[in-house]
């Protein structure tokens, strides 16, 4: 049987994460599904939870007032979902749907930023690797602003 | 001197088959004058297309290389050439040069994974390549078609990508700028998909063909992974006119695009890539 400590370890985020890091992030996490077409993550709304993807697809939008939502990303098994937990004031900036059936890990902030506080090497880990989300994510916001196909 | 001798010569052609693709391009079949040959061609070449009495154009050739009694381009409206051609009906002649030019290393690369990296209009000059793949399936290993477009609306042969998608032996995956709601595939730019698709970087041949900002940050995705530099093959665009390499309207440092191109190993094109004058 599958434990919360498998997925974390299976998840690229946290690969090659040290062991007693992974038991301490196991305490914050806890599985959900979400099913197609279901709305999980709301703007404006508090950011308590961060995702692995296991399963599944989701689609970020925004909601344009004249065209409804748009979407602007959409993300799979294996990546990172969410970073408004890390910095006040710990509200979403998207919408995000279920595209199809997901399985994801929860992580919940709070208790997240609590361990981080408490273990800043464990923190610093933390941070890395959305540090490094991140960039990859306004690098490919950037070559999505130079209108790639149209040469 | 008969049309077979001298290539700056068109040959006539009938419009065979007209049909919209998006709301800038289309796809047009010709067939040749009765009696004439058929054009046989490689993918990846051109050939230079007479709107009569408005002037010529280089068109990728879009179609199967095994039929070559049909020839199919399809042409994005950009300019008066290609604005003729859009006006043309079914039975209308058009003047056709070529084939010209480098093609994709498609039978070279037998054994080998294929990657294909291609953005909006690009996908025209690889379908014949993906053609030639399909025809010899088993001769390849994995083969990765990963294509972006702006928009949903945006996207080339969307029946026929369709079809690939659903086929066991390939992997398709499509990605767009921006989409709404109803769209259920990828958002994003294309180069995303790179990192998580299935081949062996060590034994890959890439082919890439789109803007040259779509083809350099395709390239920095397929290094990444550990394609070589001298497996990875670009479709370059020049303004061709002779489309023999003589009038040097194409030219890119030392080489002519029409003549020693469009298709070049990346290694041949790299450094000039860099430059921003040229």
């Not at chain 2, 009765?34 to 010529?56: C, I, R, T, W």
């Not at chain 2, 082919?207 to 992974?225: A, D, F, Q």
């Amino acid at each position: 049987m599958q434990t919360m400590r498998t997925y974390l370890e299976e998840h690229p985020f946290f690969e090659g994460l040290r062991d007693e890091h992974l038991e301490l992030l196991s305490g914050c996490a806890k599985n959900i599904r979400v099913e197609s077409d279901e709305y999980f993550i709301r703007t404006g709304k508090e950011a308590n939870y961060f995702y692995l993807i296991r399963h599944g697809k989701a689609a970020l939008e925004l909601y344009h007032p004249n065209r409804g939502p748009i979407i602007v990303q959409t993300m799979h098994a294996g990546e990172v979902l969410g970073w408004s937990w890390l910095l006040p004031p710990f509200q979403w900036h998207f919408d995000v749907r279920a595209v199809e059936f997901m399985r994801l890990v929860a992580l919940d902030g709070e208790c997240l930023r609590t361990k981080c506080e408490e273990d800043h090497e464990l923190g610093y880990e933390i941070l890395k690797r959305f540090t490094h989300i991140i960039t990859a994510r306004l690098h490919a916001t950037r070559i999505q602003l130079l209108d790639l196909y149209n040469g | 001197m008969n049309h077979a001798d001298n290539p700056l010569l068109p040959r006539e052609f009938r419009v065979s088959k007209i049909a919209r693709e998006t709301h800038d391009s289309f796809t047009m079949e010709l067939d040749p004058a009765k009696g004439a040959k058929a054009l046989h061609f490689a993918s990846g070449q051109f050939n230079m297309l007479y709107a009569f009495g408005v002037g010529e154009a280089p068109i990728s050739i879009s179609g199967n290389p095994g039929n070559p009694r049909t020839l199919t381009h399809t042409i994005r409206v950009v300019g008066p050439v290609t604005k003729a051609l859009h006006g043309l009906g079914i039975g209308d002649w058009v003047g056709v040069r070529g084939p010209f030019g480098t093609n994709w290393p498609v039978r070279e690369s037998m054994g080998k994974d294929i990657v294909i990296v291609t953005g909006g209009i690009g996908l025209a000059p690889l379908r014949p390549a993906m053609y030639e793949i399909m025809e010899n399936r088993g001769k390849f290993g994995n083969v990765v078609l990963l294509y972006g477009a702006r928009t949903p609306n945006d996207i080339l042969y969307e029946r026929e990508v369709k079809k690939w998608r659903s086929q066991f032996d390939l992997h398709v995956n499509v990605t767009v700028d921006r989409a709404a709601g109803k769209w259920k595939g990828n958002v994003g730019v294309v180069t995303t998909l790179i990192p998580n698709v299935h081949f062996d970087p060590y034994q890959a041949t890439a082919l890439i063909c789109g803007p040259e900002v779509m083809i350099r940050y395709t390239v920095i995705e397929l290094r990444k992974r550990g394609v070589a530099s001298e497996n990875i093959f670009v479709s370059m665009e020049r303004n061709m006119k002779c489309g023999i390499g003589h009038c040097g309207h194409c030219q890119l440092g030392p080489h002519f695009v029409c003549k020693d191109g469009p298709v070049f190993r990346y290694n041949q094109v790299k450094r000039l890539l860099d430059i921003r004058e040229v």
